[in-house]
């Protein structure tokens, strides 16, 4: 092998036994964001206390005869009108009585006639019985008839004075018997209406209570029912803040929207075991539904809170952050917020107040991301 050829071949062995160094890394380009301050600001205190929206008007319309259930008209969520027919109760004894009351009456009706002839019959021997009375007494009193004449007249008068009483006594009773009878009637009337269970006002089918063949007492629940466009929210307050609350008393509310309402009434007594006091806040008709979570929120004094440009927050769920300005570059920092107010958010904990922070971040922006302020 020549010398030239030689040194081709060590070239050629170097060269596959050398070492490539990787290419630098490409450097992340700065993302232009504008920036904000943490601040300590005075903020009023608040307490936001979870209440439940009910209705003020709930009734268990109930069965007023006993039956058994023929139908029941509606389902739960159905809307009823006041004075809506909803159930019906079998009225077939409540039948059978109007029957029975409308036989006697019409019996004791027809014996009035019988009971008015009696009294004028007896009228009639009465007046005859006093003529003839009469006419004894004449002749007695000039020795024409025996006394013994005289006390058969006057016996025969007492008699028929006495079957007149009688039979007036017979007229009374039979009209008695009518009132009775026509009381009976309206009684046994009365009662097939209630066979028609209806709505006692405009609301909501909650629930059936009972179903068809079912045996209704009086009493017994068939449909639950709930007044519509009347609601308040009960909250719960504890002891200690009764003292600055009373009705009528202006407080914000927060169902879906946030409202300015009065406190309608404060439940005199404690729970013992939580020690809280039920307030109720009447609510505007505005398509509430009984169930449905709402806010009360009381204002107490001014205190000292970080805070921050509420578009400063990203929100991810159930977590909050903030990205702080850290050597020029952004760094995401999980915070626990609170109350917001005038554009600004409450942070409870994850900053002390002094950092610079990203201001409405970029969706594209990252945790570590090189930034640049915009001037």
Request: with cysteine; net charge positive; proline share 5%.
């Amino acid at each position: 092998m020549s010398y030239a050829k030689y040194l081709a071949a060590f070239a050629l062995l170097t060269a596959c036994g050398a070492k490539h160094e990787p290419p630098a890394a490409k450097q992340q380009p700065a993302v232009r964001v504008t920036t904000a301050n943490a601040e300590l600001r005075r903020m009023p205190s608040e307490r936001i206390i979870p209440g439940t929206v009910t209705a003020r008007t709930t009734a268990a319309v109930s069965a007023r005869l006993p039956g058994h259930i023929r139908e029941v008209l509606v389902r739960e969520g159905d809307v009823v009108q006041a004075g809506q027919l909803i159930a019906i109760v079998d009225s077939r004894d409540a039948e059978a009585a109007i029957k029975q009351a409308e036989a006697v009456r019409d019996e004791a009706r027809a014996a009035l006639p019988e009971s008015d002839a009696a009294i004028a019959s007896a009228n009639a021997q009465t007046d005859l019985a006093k003529v003839t009375f009469r006419r004894m007494r004449e002749l007695r009193d000039s020795k024409s008839i025996t006394e013994q004449e005289f006390d058969e007249a006057q016996a025969r008068l007492r008699l028929a004075e006495s079957q007149v009483l009688m039979a007036q006594a017979r007229q009374r009773q039979t009209r008695e018997r009518i009132r009775q009878a026509g009381e009976a009637l309206s009684r046994a009337q009365l009662q097939q209406t209630y066979a028609n269970v209806t709505a006692p006002f405009t609301g909501i089918v909650l629930e059936r209570k009972a179903e068809p063949g079912a045996f209704a007492n009086p009493g017994m629940p068939v449909i639950l029912l709930e007044k519509t466009g009347d609601f308040r929210l009960e909250v719960q307050i504890e002891e200690s803040l009764l003292r600055t609350l009373k009705p009528g008393r202006r407080v914000t509310v927060e169902i879906e929207t946030v409202m300015e309402l009065s406190i309608s009434e404060i439940l005199p007594s404690l729970n013992p075991q939580s020690r809280t006091a039920t307030i109720r806040i009447n609510l505007p008709a505005r398509g509430l539904r009984a169930g449905m979570s709402g806010n009360l929120r009381l204002s107490g004094e001014e205190r000292d809170a970080i805070t921050v440009p509420t578009s400063a927050i990203r929100s991810n769920g159930q977590l909050q952050t903030v990205f702080v300005i850290v050597d020029n570059r952004a760094r995401a920092t999980l915070v626990s917020i609170g109350d917001a107010r005038d554009g600004r958010t409450e942070i409870l904990s994850g900053l002390d107040g002094k950092e610079r922070i990203v201001n409405a971040p970029p969706a594209t922006l990252t945790d570590g991301a090189p930034i640049e302020a915009a001037q």
